[in-house]
């Protein structure tokens, strides 16, 4: 085992290194400027998008998940360990500057989650009584490359529905023993168990379980987290300054530590807001819309919840309480004594709960993109009744078992190439995206409240566009 995690840990440092953050930050800021800065200039128009999806509902009879469930099933998958673990092992390996390069790659990130997710919703398919589609199939569709398509779906599969779901279970029996002392290998049993009997049951119903527990997870952790800023208030301005001069190495001496600091901010910021992975795309294609801009902006809103709000959070926690420089601390050890530190010995209880209901919601809808991706290559029902239990059961099991830094590394590694090939698909249909958001914004001054979309609008690829009749 050590000798894997040592192979897969060079090869990370030597994909990651500068040149795919570089990629990654170049088409974030690409994305940015053909959009006109849509993630800022628009952030009005996405929360009324979602404020009416929320109290809106599906016509009857029909099974289509609305565009807020979607935006909760994608933030289940985002607000997990990420937001607990995962900042708190950046800023352990990487300092305080690795918030910064967090916060930089969810403000440019976000233009990118629009472009995948607005091409998601423009290339879905009709799968039953509800939609499909994701980077897989606007691959193919759009590019008409079969083989990038399949290559991108098992990516993802490997990516999500097995190595995150590792993660996920890690931190959980992690966060268990830290708090209660249960053991790791009876807590895996019990995930494993309840996550195989939701998964079971579809996107449905992993859209109806995602939509209830997203919202209580978040808004109680986020006014925790208010409570003790506001109580530490007077730390705020050297937590902020800390937090900038150490982003660009201005207090480092030891050569490269500027590079440590970017290298985890980005990597722990992708793993966290999935902007440009290709994963959100997955369920926003699933939403029941009237223009795929609708769903596009949607789940843009998605990467600044995660990470201006939730990640941001847990980093201040933690870097009020001044334990991030204890070497012994990493991952949710680190948060949980953070918070033990502020509010007592309830806090390592309190992460304890609140982590399993972030990271069981992520389980569930990793379990989904992984779903739909296997159906893009196979129907075959024996295939996905051993995808099922391979990702429900033994990954989770894996997770419980494995060590903290081979399951952290296994993530790194898939997530650089999935990466990669998204951004390459994007690239090169990101026109698409942005002569839907003209049509849209079109539309709007011209006073149409809710713009529509039919696939005779883009000629070129109508027989591409199996909806928008």
């Not at 440019?108 to 009584?129: C, M, P």
């Not at 490359?145 to 890690?170: D, H, K, P, Y």
């Not at 309830?346 to 972030?358: E, S």
């Amino acid at each position: 085992m050590d000798e894997l995690n040592n192979w897969i840990n060079q090869i990370n440092d030597a994909v990651w290194g500068y040149v795919l953050i570089f990629v990654l930050v170049g088409c974030g800021i690409w994305f940015t400027w053909r959009t006109r800065f849509v993630q800022f200039r628009m952030v009005g128009e996405m929360l009324r998008l979602l404020t009416e999806s929320a109290i809106g509902s599906t016509p009857k009879g029909q099974k289509h998940i609305s565009p807020f469930q979607a935006f909760a099933v994608s933030v289940a998958t985002r607000v997990g360990t990420g937001n607990l673990a995962g900042v708190a092992t950046a800023i352990s390996i990487g300092g305080p500057g690795a918030v910064f390069w967090m916060w930089i790659i969810a403000l440019i990130g976000s233009a990118t989650a629009f472009v995948e997710s607005t091409l998601a919703q423009l290339f879905k398919q009709k799968h039953k009584d509800s939609f499909i589609g994701g980077p897989a199939y606007y691959i193919q569709r759009g590019l008409h490359q079969r083989w990038m398509a399949v290559l991108f779906a098992i990516l993802i599969t490997l990516q999500f529905g097995l190595s995150n779901n590792s993660v996920q279970a890690s931190t959980i029996c992690g966060a268990m023993e830290e708090a209660f002392g249960w053991s790791p290998l009876l807590v895996g049993i019990f995930l494993s168990v309840t996550a195989l009997s939701i998964v079971f049951g579809g996107i449905q119903r992993i859209a109806r379980v995602s939509s209830i527990l997203v919202p209580v997870m978040a808004v109680g952790y986020v006014i925790l987290a208010v409570v003790i800023i506001v109580m530490n208030i007077d730390l705020i301005p050297q937590i902020m300054k800390v937090i900038v001069l150490d982003a660009f190495g201005i207090e480092q001496i030891a050569g490269g530590g500027i590079g440590a600091t970017i290298m985890n901010g980005v990597k722990r910021g992708l793993f966290s807001n999935e902007a440009g992975e290709g994963s959100a795309p997955n369920v926003a294609a699933t939403a029941a819309t009237t223009h795929p801009v609708k769903q596009g902006l949607i789940q843009a809103l998605g990467v600044f919840t995660d990470t201006l709000l939730v990640c941001s959070c847990t980093a201040f926690i933690i870097l009020v309480s001044g334990l991030y420089q204890v070497p012994e601390l990493k991952g949710i050890a680190l948060t949980q004594s953070a918070l033990q530190q502020e509010i007592g010995s309830a806090g390592p209880t309190f992460i304890a709960i609140a982590i399993f209901l972030f990271a069981f919601s992520s389980i569930i809808g990793n379990y989904y993109y992984g779903e739909a991706n296997i159906r893009f290559i196979t129907s075959n029902t024996k295939v996905m009744t051993a995808y099922r239990i391979l990702s429900a059961g033994v990954m989770v099991m894996f997770g419980a078992i494995a060590s903290f830094e081979l399951v952290w590394n296994l993530v790194d590694f898939f997530m650089a190439f999935l990466t990669a090939c998204n951004l390459v698909a994007i690239m090169l249909l990101g026109r698409y995206a942005f002569r839907l958001l003209d049509d849209y914004r079109q539309q709007k001054r011209q006073g149409i409240k809710e713009p529509t979309f039919h696939r005779s609008q883009l000629p070129e690829i109508e027989h591409e566009l199996e909806c928008w009749e």
